[in-house]
């Protein structure tokens, strides 16, 4: 980490926050390029307006891919059944003996 510039330091913790503020349970390349999107006098993104990247479409890009990972509380309320019962399917076409639910 000593090697590290401060403001990707920070962009790492910013990062580490955005997944625990989401209850991710880990840290995605989604979650640090969302940070260093969006960290105070960074580079990244004048860097990628420059070379014409749609900064803003990058941004909600990376929040909807964020938006799809599950969560263990998501996971939680919507219960394990649902899980035990696709598993059961798969295992049924593939003639498996799997779990039954």
Do not use: C, W, Y
């Not at 090697?3 to 979650?31: I, N, P, Y």
């Not at 860097?47 to 941004?59: E, F, P, Q």
């Not at 996971?75 to 035990?84: H, N, S």
């Amino acid at each position: 980490m000593d090697k590290l510039t401060s403001r990707f330091q920070q962009a790492l913790a910013d990062a580490q926050s955005l997944a625990v503020g989401r209850d991710h349970q880990f840290m995605e390349h989604a979650h640090v390029l969302l940070a260093l999107l969006d960290g105070q006098g960074g580079s990244v993104r004048p860097l990628l307006l420059k070379a014409g990247v749609n900064v803003n479409k990058l941004r909600s890009d990376l929040e909807a891919q964020l938006d799809r990972l599950r969560s263990p509380r998501a996971i939680a309320r919507k219960g394990l059944r649902p899980l035990v019962i696709q598993h059961d399917a798969r295992a049924e076409n593939r003639r498996d003996l799997g779990i039954r639910a």
